[in-house]
């Protein structure tokens, strides 16, 4: 893998670790106690806080702030100026640095250009987070959310297509539905999708 690419107006704190293959763009910073994988990418102003995980291959675009408290599992796609909360009920006279609630995004999710991600909760993997929208509760893996507040509108692929399929289904049903892309076909039984064959 190639070597990790650092901006000279980016920061990188001392003890912070980044692995093999990361790409540190204009006027981003970069805590001392962040700990990231491999093959990362920081647009430009982004901010990694002390207390952050970052795994393998993820992309964290323009004017994003990954505050502490957050963890990115691999494959995870911040969009641009999204927003990372980790304090639920803020005051600036109310020091609550101990009230942190931890959010974790799960491998491969996607979240949105300008989403929030309101502190506290789980982004299932291959979630997807549509543009704009304002999450405050779990979304379910390859769940598809868009709004304010966020609900789920259906399903998405590994590969980041929509399944022909409803956003729910009543107690006992079940459906297929193929990626359009890659063929892989996926089981949708009540509010739980799960790949059942591999791609052809």
Known sequence: MAATVIHPSAIVDEGAQLGEGCRVWHFVHISAGARIGAGCSFGQGVYVGNDVVIGHNVKVQNNVSVYDAVTLEDDVFCGPSMVFTNVHNPRSAVPRKNE?????????????????????????????????????????????????????????????????????????????????????????????????????
Do not use: K
Request: with cysteine; hydrophobic share 35%; net charge positive.
């Open 100 to 200: 942190y609630r931890r959010t974790l995004v799960r491998r491969g999710a996607t979240l949105g250009a300008n989403s929030t991600i309101v502190c506290g909760i789980t982004i299932g993997e291959h979630a997807f987070v549509g543009a704009g929208a304002v999450v405050s509760r779990d979304v379910p893996a390859y769940a598809l959310v868009v709004g304010v507040p966020a609900r789920r509108i259906g399903w998405m692929s590994r590969h980041g297509e929509r399944l022909d399929l409803p956003a729910t289904l009543p107690a006992g049903q079940r459906r297929e539905a193929r990626c359009p892309a890659t063929g892989e076909t996926y089981l949708l039984e009540g509010n739980t999708l799960r790949p059942c064959s591999s791609p052809t």
